[in-house]
């Protein structure tokens, strides 16, 4: 992890990071306001370094990941299931509150984001009972765990597997392993 840059939320989340990995330089957002400044280092960093994307797993996380992959930089992300980021006092979540094991499962199993895959729709979705089905949410849940991204319904699931370049050979088998 020498040459990457990890983008993260908050100096707490920094500090969380630089403990684990020393040597690993961070770019902090400072929260959802991230200014037009902050995006652009994050775009130039990612021309000329690896850069990863980890936010905190809640609804401002994902607005500042969105905002950041809308510069179409070169970006990989890296997701932390809500349940592992969880605060002692269970009232906060965040990178931060993650365990050293949780956090380095997380950076291990980032994804590149990729323009040039075939994009997956909701009848291939709908064919794997992934939506509209009984069990669908179910699976769902088993899919994203695997895949460690966050627990999503059919329509943010999809956005992630095509954000992501996730290949329905992948979900194949993995909810294969279910029948």
Same mark, same amino acid.
């Given at each position: 992890?020498?040459?990457?840059?990890?983008?993260? #939320?908050?100096?707490?989340? #920094?500090?969380?990071?630089?403990?684990?990995?020393?040597?690993?330089?961070?770019?902090?957002?400072?929260?959802?306001?991230?200014?037009? #400044?902050?995006?652009?280092?994050?775009?130039?960093?990612?021309?000329?370094?690896?850069?990863? +994307?980890?936010?905190?797993?809640?609804?401002?996380?994902?607005?500042?990941?969105? !905002?950041?992959?809308?510069? &179409?930089?070169?970006?990989? +992300?890296?997701?932390?299931?809500?349940?592992?980021?969880?605060?002692?006092?269970? !009232? &906060?979540?965040?990178?931060?509150?993650?365990?050293?094991?949780?956090? !380095?499962?997380?950076?291990?199993?980032?994804?590149?984001?990729? #323009?040039?895959?075939?994009?997956?729709?909701?009848?291939?979705?709908?064919?794997?009972?992934?939506?509209?089905?009984?069990?669908?949410?179910? &699976?769902?849940?088993?899919?994203?765990?695997?895949?460690?991204?966050?627990?999503?319904?059919?329509?943010?699931?999809? !956005?992630?597997?095509?954000?992501?370049? +996730?290949?329905?050979?992948?979900?194949?088998?993995?909810?294969?392993?279910?029948?």
């Amino acid at each position: 992890m020498y040459n990457q840059i990890i983008v993260v #939320e908050g100096k707490h989340d #920094e500090q969380k990071i630089n403990s684990i990995y020393p040597e690993v330089e961070c770019i902090v957002t400072n929260g959802s306001e991230i200014s037009k #400044e902050t995006l652009n280092l994050i775009y130039q960093t990612s021309l000329v370094r690896e850069v990863i +994307i980890f936010m905190d797993p809640d609804f401002p996380g994902k607005q500042i990941t969105q !905002k950041i992959l809308d510069t &179409k930089g070169k970006y990989k +992300i890296a997701f932390i299931n809500k349940q592992f980021a969880i605060s002692k006092n269970k !009232k &906060k979540v965040g990178v931060e509150h993650a365990s050293e094991a949780d956090i !380095k499962k997380s950076l291990a199993s980032y994804f590149t984001i990729s #323009e040039n895959v075939e994009k997956i729709n909701f009848n291939d979705l709908s064919r794997r009972d992934l939506i509209n089905k009984t069990n669908a949410k179910r &699976k769902r849940e088993i899919l994203c765990k695997s895949l460690n991204i966050p627990l999503s319904n059919g329509k943010a699931l999809l !956005k992630y597997i095509n954000i992501l370049g +996730i290949s329905l050979e992948r979900i194949d088998k993995i909810i294969g392993k279910l029948q």
